[in-house]
Each structure stands twice: as structure tokens, then as C-alpha cells.
């Protein structure tokens, strides 16, 4: 039996997206979500993400990276999936839905315009050079005077697999300040490579950028993917709070894939 996909992409950050209410696939199938994210045996993506019910919400969200293991949160994922939802016809304007890192709120526009609300950040570990947060993953922030002249691979692999994050990971984000707005690029874990857009860590850029600019409300950010945008609160105490990221959630195609040819029996 064929397996009905969707393939969705925030800012160039792309996802396969399955309908999953009738729970056809498991968490455990990490073989199967390897395959389905290979971009030359399978659909291709930087992750999957499952749609699936869930009392007391309009939906959760299941999220995968592209070797197979569940994650922690997405911020492109969660607008694609509110996107998802509403194409469905599970949500109209508004939803609340339940990620790994606790619920979510989303509001999205006739435009697939996608504002949604992440979890506060109530602990920064500030060091010499560099940022350490958690945005619904985890994120390593440094600035940079020119982003053209970093090794984003390179340079996030030495960090990603030092002492201290090789065990568990950490993305890590280059972030240069430009007159109008951060330009930022992600070296992911899981994915293992530059994505050209990362939504936790576009979030935890403009966090980092809003510590030595309190007076900030909202960050513009670029990404090699896209635009995209924050909103903030920054309390005295330094905690951050009313955190939404807002930019599109676009379908590419949808489609049709026999598993069964790949050895998979779903």
C-alpha cells in the first residue's frame, strides 16, 4: 500500500509531513524515516514530521531529523505543520498543539503566513565569546564580522563534536549584524550539515542579539533560505518570554511512495 506524503519547506528548512491519525507509523521506525528523508533513495528532506491526535489539542507534532531519531523541537517544522493542519482542514486560523517541548500556540493568515509561539528562555549561559540556550533545542550563538568567511560545516562540526557536546549535540549558529537585519547561518545536529534555515536557532540569534539590545520588541532576520522575523519580551530579570517566530510554511508538492519496494511494510 502506497504511503501519502507531503513535503513542505519553511524558509528553505524542508520537511515530509504525514498525516498520521491512524498511528500507521511508529516513533520507533527510525529505518523507515531514515529512507523517507534520503534525498537520492527516498523523498529527500531535512526532517519528518508526523501529524497525529492528541486530547486536549487540535494536534501534535512528531518531529525527526533526517537520521532517523526523534528530536527536540523545530520552530520551521512547527509553522509547517500548523500550515499542514489547516490544509487538512484540522485547524482555520488558530490551533494550539502539543510539540516535545510542551504546547504551542499558531496563528496563520491566508498567505500561509505562519506566526508561532515558542517556549520561554528563562537560563543564557553567557560566555567569552559565545551564547548557550535552549529555544526548544538546544543552541550555540556566536557572532561573526562576516558570515561570507566561515566554514559553517566546518567550524560547527569542531563545536558540535567537542568534549562537551559530542555525547548530545548542540546546533550551532553564525550570526553577523547588518544594518536591517541578522543574517544567520545553522550547522544542525541530526542533520549533520548547514541547513539553509534553522527556526530554534533563528530564535536563539535574536535572543542573543536582544540581550545587548534590550529595547528590542522584534528581530529581522535572514537566513539562506529566507526571510523571517521575532518578537519578544525581554524582562529585567533576563529571562525572555511572548517568543513567536513568523514567516511562511509552503507546500512544495504531495504525492504517492510504495515502501513495500524499499522493504518497508506500512
Not at 539562506?224 to 509552503?250: I, Y
Request: glycine share 10%.
Amino acid at each position: 500500500m502506497d504511503l501519502v506524503f507531503f513535503k513542505y519547506q519553511g524558509t528553505g528548512n524542508d520537511f515530509v509531513m504525514i498525516d498520521n491519525r491512524d498511528l500507521r507509523i511508529k516513533r520507533e521506525d527510525i529505518d523507515l524515516v531514515q529512507f523517507l528523508c534520503d534525498r537520492k533513495f527516498g523523498i529527500g528532506a531535512d526532517g519528518l514530521i508526523l501529524l497525529q491526535e492528541k486530547e486536549g489539542y487540535d494536534f501534535e507534532m512528531v518531529y525527526f531529523n533526517a537520521d532517523g531519531k526523534e528530536s527536540t523541537m523545530c520552530g520551521n517544522g512547527g509553522r509547517c505543520i500548523t500550515a499542514f493542519a489547516a490544509h487538512l482542514g484540522i485547524i482555520d486560523t488558530q490551533c494550539t498543539f502539543l510539540a516535545i517541548d510542551g504546547p504551542h500556540e499558531a496563528r496563520i493568515d491566508k498567505d500561509n503566513r505562519v506566526e508561532l509561539k515558542m517556549i520561554d528562555v528563562l537560563e543564557i549561559e553567557r560566555g567569552e565569546d559565545y551564547y548557550l540556550l535552549n529555544t526548544g533545542s538546544p543552541h550555540y550563538v556566536i557572532f561573526v564580522e562576516d558570515i561570507d568567511d566561515i566554514n559553517v560545516v566546518e567550524n560547527g562540526q569542531a563545536i558540535r563534536y567537542s568534549n562537551r557536546f559530542r555525547k548530545e549535540g548542540v546546533n550551532v549558529n553564525f550570526v553577523e549584524v547588518s544594518e536591517k537585519a541578522l543574517i544567520i547561518a545553522t550547522y544542525e545536529r541530526g542533520v549533520e550539515d548547514e541547513t539553509l534555515s534553522c527556526g530554534t536557532g533563528v530564535v536563539a540569534s535574536a535572543i542573543s542579539y536582544a540581550i545587548r539590545h534590550p529595547e528590542l520588541k522584534e528581530v529581522a532576520v535572514v537566513t539562506k533560505g529566507g526571510n523571517l522575523s521575532v518578537r519578544l519580551e525581554h524582562s529585567p530579570d533576563g529571562t525572555f518570554s511572548n517568543l513567536w517566530l513568523c514567516g511562511k510554511g509552503t507546500l512544495v508538492f504531495q504525492g504517492k511512495i510504495n515502501t513495500a519496494e524499499a522493504g518497508f511494510s506500512v
